[in-house]
Structure formats: C-alpha cells, structure tokens
C-alpha cells in the first residue's frame, strides 16, 4: 500500500485541517504519515492512529525559502521530503509554502534530467474532462527556454491524465496573432513552433473553455494569478446560481434541482481536489492552496495517492528527460 506523507505544519490552518484532513483520508483507505511538530499534532488526531514524524521546525509562508530551508534542517516540509528520498513514503503533499516546497524538493529529491526549473501544474475542469496549466506559482520570472521545456512537461502529464497521444500545446498570450506578447513569449512561440509539440499558437483566457489547447503554458505569476481568478470565479458564480434559485424557483422542486446541479458544483469546487503538480523533481509531490481546509487536504491526499497508483512519476519520468 502507498504511503502520502502530509506535511502537517504547512497552511493557513495547520496543524488542525491538515490533521483532521488526513484522518479523513484514512478512513476512506489511504495510508498517511504526518511530519511536523508532535506535540502540536496529537491533540487533534482523537486516538486516530497515524504515525507522527517529529520536525518541530516550520518554515512561514512570509520566509525567504532558500534561507528557511538552509537554516531550518528539522522543518516539517524537509521532513516529508527526506522520507520521500529514503523511500518510506511514495509521494509528498503540503499546503504550506510554495517556495519551501519547491526549493526543498529540487534540493532533496534533485530536479530531473535536462529539466532547468521545476513547475507547478494545475489540472483544471472543462466540459470533456480537463486541461493543463503551468506554471501556476513556481517560477516568476522565466527564460523562453523555461517555457518552451514546459510545454513538453505539461504535454507529457496531459498523455498520461487524459489517455491523449497528441495534446494540444498553447502558448498564453494577450492576443492569438503570432507577434504578440513580451520578447520572452516571442521567442518562446519560435521554440515551440519548430518543436515536435503539438503547438496551437498563442491562446487567450477566454481559450480555458473552448477546448483551443489541452496544455496552457505561462509563467509562475501569470498562472497563479489566472488560477486563483478562475477559482474565485467558480465560487461566485456558485453563490450567484444558489441565490437565484432560492429566489426564483418553485419551492418544492428546490432540492430536486440543487441534485441534479450538485455534480456541476463539484466539477468547479478547487477543495474537491485542491492539489497540483510539482513536476521536474525526482518524486511525486503535490501542493496545495495555503487556506485549504479539511476537505481539500482530505481530497487531495486521495488526489496525490490516485496518482501514484497510475505510476504517475514512473511513466513521466522514462520519457521526459530533456537534453
């Protein structure tokens, strides 16, 4: 059986929904371990038995990541990482800082080959199953190189996710016309252009929900931002819906519509998966949004162990070292 090892002290809310989280997921089968601070991470396990890796450090969403991880040698995040190298555990999954997630995996685990930087890979609804986007939060400021090597990672998770044998790979840009954009996207539109990659061109925002590509690359700031608004817009159309039907529709027939819409609800609610991709490093580790709460920490570990159980990390990496 998979072990996910969760790091308990990572996020807005931890240690609590991060505890709570993956006693949930044990009772629906999934093996965890809990890295953090024991003392604060008993209290709330209720007699549960989940084994507790003591690392009674944490590094704070506000820390400089490279000098958190350098001075702070029993955090909870290096914790996670350290079994993941030792193979104790099969994957790693942390609501807690990005950036310590991230520097702490290419440190511990080492980065793959041929890849420069690491992404954050999102998987994200459409109406004939999903699409990719990267990089959502790792890197801010990348090279055309970057973006071109993201494209083979995101178009490579794409063939495994969704069974597809040619994904479709577009560059985000503020217009579809092939000059557009900064220099970094122009030069980075030529790279993908005379790639082996199935590339698309230039896509917009709007692209997210006409099927245009199954692969979306960006850099960091732009995807995290483009992610977070997507979410964000999901929940408020959710309330606008739930509003309006309370106002408008028959009462009695109320609950029957609320069902029948419920698994559109589920499809656009980020805390029914709530975990994305770290890829380019030596391990399956998923991130979180810092302010997940119990059910997302809870679905996102059931997320991270579905992946390993697909040999996710196997298939992806006998295919993408990148020269």
């Known amino acids: 059986m998979n072990t996910i090892a969760v790091d308990a002290m990572g996020g807005d809310s931890a240690p609590v929904d991060l505890v709570k989280g993956a006693i949930e997921a044990k009772q629906v089968g999934v093996n965890v371990v809990l890295c953090g601070d024991q003392n604060l991470i008993k209290p709330y396990l209720d007699n549960v038995e989940i084994p507790i890796y003591h690392y009674p450090q944490v590094i704070s969403m506000d820390e400089d990541p490279m000098k958190a991880i350098r001075s702070k040698k029993q955090s909870s995040i290096i914790g996670c990482m350290q079994l993941l190298k030792e193979n104790k555990v099969q994957a790693v999954f942390s609501a807690g800082s990005t950036g310590a997630t991230l520097v702490s995996a290419i440190?511990?685990?080492?980065?793959?080959?041929?890849?420069?930087?690491?992404?954050?890979?999102?998987?994200?609804?459409?109406?004939?199953?999903?699409?990719?986007?990267?990089?959502?939060?790792?890197?801010?400021?990348?090279?055309?190189?970057?973006?071109?090597?993201?494209?083979?990672?995101?178009?490579?998770?794409?063939?495994?996710?969704?069974?597809?044998?040619?994904?479709?790979?577009?560059?985000?840009?503020?217009?579809?016309?092939?000059?557009?954009?900064?220099?970094?996207?122009?030069?980075?539109?030529?790279?993908?252009?005379?790639?082996?990659?199935?590339?698309?061109?230039?896509?917009?925002?709007?692209?997210?929900?006409?099927?245009?590509?199954?692969?979306?690359?960006?850099?960091?700031?732009?995807?995290?931002?483009?992610?977070?608004?997507?979410?964000?817009?999901?929940?408020?159309?959710?309330?606008?819906?739930?509003?309006?039907?309370?106002?408008n529709l028959f009462k009695p027939v109320l609950p029957a519509v609320k069902k029948a819409l419920q698994p559109a609800k589920d499809t656009l609610n980020p805390d029914k998966t709530n975990a994305s991709y770290l890829l380019g490093v030596n391990g399956v580790v998923t991130i979180g949004h810092g302010s997940s709460n119990v059910e997302a920490v809870k679905n996102a570990i059931i997320y991270t162990n579905n992946s390993v159980n697909k040999e996710f990390i196997s298939d992806f990496t006998s295919e993408i070292e990148i020269t």
């Open 107 to 247: 440190t511990i685990l080492g980065k793959q080959k041929g890849i420069i930087r690491p992404a954050i890979a999102s998987v994200l609804p459409t109406l004939d199953g999903g699409i990719v986007l990267l990089d959502s939060g790792a890197s801010l400021d990348v090279k055309p190189k970057i973006l071109f090597q993201y494209g083979v990672m995101g178009a490579k998770l794409a063939e495994i996710l969704f069974n597809n044998s040619n994904p479709k790979v577009g560059l985000l840009n503020n217009g579809e016309e092939d000059t557009k954009g900064r220099d970094v996207e122009k030069t980075a539109f030529k790279l993908l252009k005379s790639s082996d990659l199935n590339f698309v061109g230039n896509v917009e925002g709007r692209d997210f929900a006409t099927g245009k590509a199954d692969v979306f690359v960006t850099d960091g700031f732009t995807g995290n931002v483009v992610l977070k608004t997507m979410e964000g817009t999901a929940k408020l159309q959710s309330k606008l819906i739930s509003k309006s039907l309370k106002e």
